[in-house]
């Protein structure tokens, strides 16, 4: 019944617990806990894990999920969502094989890409704030338009010869093991952590998440800064292709098949509230390494991909039931008590 | 006077024209897309569609949304297509049920974690999506179950024909002749729409919220079971990546035949011509000699267009005092 509690207040603690008792507790402790446990079974479970090449091979399972994750969990936040982004990587890396066959070298197809992903943010942007379209059909729509672009161009067929300077982006190593990617992931971790928490337009994505009439009415410019986050997140899809094509050396039109599902786990599971409202971006990172190093464990046991999956969904399930059951339980003994 | 122009301004008029148009235009160079066959081949082909559009209906009537029905298919699928290749003898009729139980109770995990754990749709039905699918790879080790493996009657079942209509065609009738009393004239019909249009009314007129849309996923659930039946049998395959999608058209579906994703508003009628409207398209495209490639463009940009629509023609009708500024994920 979201529907109902959205409209009363949120529950305001009597007194605020103290700053290390709130860090403690939070949700970004629990997940570096979960990570240091994972790491620690890993270990534990394979020989292979604890080798420096093979941590940083590990690190490729949430890098280019992870840029994304960080965009859309802004956009989240703002009360949005994106399914398209795995569709906008797709028509992106079918934009750069299609230069490539013209002839053009890399720096003229990071420009073609990034363009490309900022226009498909901007026509998932427009539908959403120009027309009010709810943005979660909008972006099935577009899901559906931007991969149905890539199939039209691509068929059956595939792009492949890219340049030698091209697969720097997603096979290069910028320092010992530690690669292009990575460095990367820091780097937009860092951006997305200045520009959430501690920017106006970070604060104005909150507001507008727990209460857009409110926003508003503070003078808020509600669908520019929404418009802003759909730009944003095409940047990021497009980014994303090029570390993902630049990795795997060919483009089909299937590339990254279902990857905004992981990429929305991986927002939820770093705490972000799918209704809009609260999130952290050190969560969604912590979330990112989590989500690698799980999918890496399991893949040094060979567990089959789709197996994998079954774990992935449960993830989003528990993560966000676990706290509810919890509560519930709480509230039950607090009645029996009473 | 005025109600038969409002009725000719209905969605389900414009779509119903929007379909007739498009058969004229297809059969004006090739004349045989018209003829009886081939129409009544179409609504063949849109069956399994309508089918799971009309479950799809109800839920996001509820305001929710349920993108598992494609998964929870397969999954039934796969499980009544090895239970007949373990045990043939096991008549059509028996599995059908089966299905059709197996499906409403995967709906019901998917309704539990909405209705008891208050868990938005969305997530609930993108996490059991994933849990389904890995599941058949789970059962069926990755293996496909194929026609050789399944009993004659089994793949027979949906080409039974009765008055010229197979009997996957006279399922599909079935549903929808089971679903107008369902939705127009019980106490629980009117709960869906009432439950999506205004929530905290539906609460003080006594119906729970929860239950209702606790129900629709286990009536969405249950048809997706069957469907799963019915796909299984009629392409006489099974495997881990059947239907793959699919809960995109069957939402496309909805979107097209006017259904608000906002809840509340919707018909039986324009659920079935939004999936036949698809299904046209899909098969006027190799008629006309466009590569099926394109279809997935074109579902894409149906859906973008529909919900344009709907959404702009809603806010004609009353006077805006104060812009929402976002209706929320």
């Known amino acids: ?338 | 006077m005025k109600s038969v122009i409002n009725a000719l301004k209905s969605r389900e008029t414009l779509l119903a024209l929007a379909i007739f148009l498009l058969v004229l235009l297809v059969s004006s160079r090739y004349p045989a897309f018209s003829s009886v066959e081939s129409l009544s081949g179409i609504f063949n082909d849109t069956s399994i569609l309508m089918i799971l559009t009309l479950g799809q209906m109800l839920v996001i009537l509820t305001k929710c949304i349920d993108l598992s029905v494609a998964a929870n298919l397969a999954l039934t699928g796969m499980v009544v297509a090895m239970i007949n290749n373990i045990a043939p003898g096991i008549p059509v009729i028996v599995l059908l049920l089966f299905a059709i139980l197996l499906g409403a109770l995967l709906g019901a995990i998917n309704g539990y974690l909405v209705w008891k754990l208050d868990i938005p749709p969305i997530v609930v039905t993108l996490g059991t999506m994933t849990i389904f699918r890995g599941l058949i790879f789970v059962i069926s080790d990755g293996k496909w179950i194929n026609a050789h493996e399944m009993s004659a009657s089994f793949t027979a079942f949906p080409r039974y024909e009765i008055l010229g209509l197979p009997m996957l065609s006279w399922i599909a009738i079935l549903v929808i002749l089971l679903f107008i009393p369902l939705v127009n004239r019980t106490a629980l019909g009117r709960a869906f729409f009432a439950v999506g249009c205004n929530p905290m009314a539906a609460v003080y007129t006594g119906i729970n919220i929860g239950r209702t849309r606790f129900m629709t996923f286990v009536i969405s659930g249950a048809l997706a079971g069957l469907a799963g039946y019915l796909w299984v049998s009629r392409y006489a395959v099974a495997y881990v990546d059947i239907a793959g999608g699919f809960e995109l058209d069957v939402v496309a579906a909805c979107v097209i035949g006017g259904i608000s994703i906002a809840g509340g508003v919707g018909s039986i009628g324009g659920a079935i011509l939004g999936a036949l409207f698809l299904g046209v398209i899909k098969n006027a495209l190799p008629v006309v000699d466009i590569s099926p490639f394109w279809q997935l463009a074109i579902s894409g940009s149906a859906i973008i267009l529909a919900v344009a629509l709907n959404t702009l023609s809603a806010q004609q009708k009353g006077r805006v005092i104060l812009k929402t500024a976002g209706q929320g994920a």
């Not at chain 1, 894990?49 to 969990?73: G, H, P, Q, R």
């Open chain 1, 1 to 338: 019944m979201s529907e109902i509690n959205q409209y009363t207040a949120r529950d305001i603690p009597e007194r605020l617990s103290s700053p290390f008792k709130r860090v403690v507790s939070s949700w970004e402790a629990l997940l570096l806990l979960v990570a240091i446990l994972i790491f620690f079974i890993n270990t534990q479970a394979t020989p292979y894990f604890l080798d420096w090449w093979n941590l940083s091979d590990a690190t490729f399972n949430f890098t280019e999920k992870a840029f994304i994750a960080f965009a859309m969990a802004l956009l989240v936040i703002s009360g949005e969502i994106d399914l398209s982004v795995a569709a906008i990587i797709a028509l992106v890396s079918t934009a750069m094989g299609f230069a490539v066959q013209l002839g053009y070298d890399t720096p003229a197809l990071v420009a073609i890409a990034l363009v490309v992903g900022l226009a498909c943010g901007a026509i998932n942007g427009l539908l959403v704030t120009g027309l009010g379209l709810p943005s979660i059909v909008v972006t099935i729509g577009t899901m559906s338009l931007f991969r149905g672009i890539s199939y039209i161009i691509l068929g059956d067929q595939s792009y492949k010869d890219y340049p030698e300077s091209f697969l720097f982006f997603g096979q290069g190593y910028v320092w010992s093991t530690v690669t292009f990617e990575l460095l990367l992931f820091v780097i937009f971790a860092i951006v997305y952590y200045v520009l959430l928490h501690r920017t106006n337009f970070g604060r104005a994505v909150y507001v507008i998440g727990n209460n857009p009439t409110a926003a508003v009415f503070s003078g808020l410019r509600v669908e520019r800064i929404k418009f802003l986050l759909f730009l944003l997140t095409g940047i990021m899809s497009a980014i994303a292709a090029i570390c993902l094509t630049s990795r795997l050396g060919s483009t089909r039109p299937s590339i990254g098949l279902g990857l905004e599902l992981e990429i929305i786990t991986m927002v939820v599971l770093g705490g972000v509230n799918i209704l809009g409202g609260s999130g952290t971006i050190p969560g969604v990172a912590l979330a990112a390494i989590v989500m690698g190093m799980l999918i890496f464990g399991f893949g040094l046991l060979n567990v089959p991909g789709i197996v994998m999956s079954i774990f992935i969904g449960l993830l989003l399930i528990g993560v966000i039931a676990l706290p509810k059951i919890a509560s519930n339980l709480k509230n039950y003994y607090l009645e029996r008590k009473a």
